[in-house]
């Protein structure tokens, strides 16, 4: 059936939104861009890892860790208060290694802090290095990475470099789910250029998951123990920088990092709830920030599972306008064929995504009713931590372990 003009004007959001995206969401710069310092002259690069029950991942970290064609750098374990044997694991890599890896058993959780931020700043406080890398313990690392993040942080005479990285996801909600929490971010930060070039702190964004600091940056606005009570500590870090009018510098690192953030449905609402309502509050004006979390779950409902229900709705709701309805649906598959490319995900997932959208839309609104309550790692916060903070293929990279 033919569409009339009506239908394809009411469904141009839908239409644009597939046609613009590839231009709209750049994939520059890319970390791998910046080029590699001199050996000689390499300055001495701290790598701080923030360990809370990460039995599991720390030894797959560690293995790509220790490869770093880096010339000068050391490990520091922190040790957060584990239960899992990740103390244990962390004391024979040190012990294997001890020319690189230093571990530190972190001491127990002051009142009025987060746990990674407690973590991270311990790890600062027995750090070396003239540079500082903070990285989680789901990441893995290409042999270069370090290189292209010191070379960047040289060249492009900044005072923080942070990445994307490609985002591996393998389970059935994984796939489902992640592709728009990732979307979200990637349409409100969609141009990296705007986020080094402004001035504005709610334009910036950092991932916590590879953050790069000059140790001369990190002290001036105070590391981790100014951004103490944020859960979203990546993003305060982020604005602390430009509001004290130093440089921040955001990159894509697909090809030098992969992390696999949550493994289970139980992991993704844990994780998604502790920080999308903060997160998205910190990145507006505040006259918006009570609404923000409700208005994207409401978009999320309305813009993606509107038209497919109105397909479904047709049979029995005469007045439904289908033609625009089909226009719309069509329109957003291939935005989310698109997506879940970009991904390395199975395409035969963007099938799926109005029951994405709506596990999104679901996670929204479990942030913003969880409010100043936030459960994460076992511990859980209460306070302004949780309301001030102010973001596949079935085999990864070669460096991924399988």
């Not at 970390?31 to 390499?42: F, I, K, T």
Request: hydrophobic share 45%; with cysteine; glycine share 6%.
């Amino acid at each position: 059936m033919p569409f009339s003009t009506t239908d394809v004007l009411l469904a141009l959001p839908w239409i644009a939104l597939a046609v613009l995206a590839p231009v709209l969401i750049s994939r520059k710069p890319r970390l791998s861009d910046g080029p590699l310092p001199d050996p000689g002259n390499a300055p001495f690069v701290s790598v701080i890892v923030p360990a809370r029950n990460e039995a599991e991942n720390l030894p797959g970290l560690v293995a790509t860790l220790l490869t770093s064609e880096y010339p000068r750098y050391e490990i520091i374990l922190v040790d957060d208060s584990s239960i899992d044997g990740t103390s244990d694991i962390a004391d024979k890599l040190a012990a294997n290694h001890r020319d690189v890896i230093r571990v530190v058993h972190g001491e127990p959780l002051p009142d009025g802090w987060v746990g990674k931020c407690w973590a991270c700043w311990q790890g600062y406080r027995h750090a070396k290095g003239d540079v500082l890398v903070f990285t989680d313990a789901d990441t893995r690392h290409h042999s270069r990475l370090l290189g292209h993040a010191v070379g960047t942080l040289t060249t492009r005479r900044a005072d923080l470099v942070t990445t994307f990285p490609r985002q591996l996801m393998f389970t059935f909600w994984e796939r489902v789910i992640q592709p728009h929490v990732f979307a979200a971010i990637m349409g409100r930060y969609r141009n990296p250029s705007h986020v080094n070039s402004t001035r504005n702190p709610r334009d910036v964004i950092a991932n916590g998951q590879f953050i790069t600091f000059t140790r001369g940056a990190y002290e001036a606005i105070g590391g981790h123990e100014a951004v103490k009570t944020e859960i979203v500590e990546d993003l305060a870090l982020a604005q602390r920088t430009v509001a004290s009018k130093r440089r921040l510098y955001l990159t894509h690192g697909q090809d030098l990092i992969a992390t696999r953030m949550y493994r289970s449905l139980r992991a993704i609402i844990e994780g998604w709830s502790r920080n999308l309502a903060s997160g998205s509050r910190q990145s507006v004006d505040p006259w918006l920030r009570p609404f923000l979390p409700w208005l994207s779950a409401a978009f999320l409902v309305a813009f993606w599972i509107g038209p497919p229900a109105a397909l479904l709705m047709k049979p029995f709701v005469a007045s439904v306008p289908f033609g625009w309805a089909l226009a719309a649906v069509l329109a957003s598959l291939v935005f989310w064929v698109w997506m879940h490319r970009r991904f390395s995900v199975p395409v035969v997932t963007a099938l799926l995504y109005p029951l994405g959208a709506f596990m999104t839309a679901m996670l929204f609104v479990r942030s913003a009713m969880l409010g100043d309550r936030v459960t994460w790692r076992g511990r859980r916060y209460t306070g302004p931590a949780a309301t001030e903070s102010g973001v596949s293929r079935a085999s990864g990279p070669r460096w991924w372990p399988s």
